[in-house]
């Protein structure tokens, strides 16, 4: 079993950075791939950036947060952060870790075994 548990969320400016990481533990050499999701009030849960621990260079970023946001994995330490820079009042969210042991990172949350709690970002504009 794995176990995912995100840190970092809080309420910030806009205009802010802010960085998320999430902490993997349990049976970490079954994560082959592990991404950022978000979910707004009233919305689904939607793909933010993913990276795979396969090949670490292969990244994914959805097209509104590209410039923004940068994703980086630390394999030895199974920490994968999110450096989250210039945020808007659209960032506010309930962002969550996921992790799956398919290598290829994947924008549909159903395919992903593993999810953390979540933790809130709050952008006051």
């Known amino acids: 079993q794995v176990q995912l548990v995100e840190s970092g969320g809080g309420l910030v400016q806009a205009g802010d950075s802010l960085s998320l990481s999430c902490a993997a533990s349990?049976?970490?050499?079954?994560?082959?791939?592990w991404a950022w999701f978000r979910q707004a009030p009233g919305e689904g849960r939607t793909f933010v950036a993913g990276?795979?621990?396969?090949?670490?260079?292969?990244?994914n970023f959805q097209a509104s947060i590209e410039d923004r946001f940068t994703v980086s994995g630390d394999n030895t330490k199974n920490i994968l952060t999110m450096k989250m820079n210039s945020l808007k009042a659209e960032d506010t969210a309930v962002y969550y870790c996921a992790a799956r042991e398919d290598a290829m990172v994947d924008r549909a949350p159903g395919l992903y075994e593993w999810w953390g709690q979540g933790t809130q970002v709050t952008v006051s504009s």
């Open positions: 990276e795979s621990r396969v090949d670490a260079k292969y990244i």
């Open positions: 349990g049976r970490t050499s079954d994560i082959h791939a």
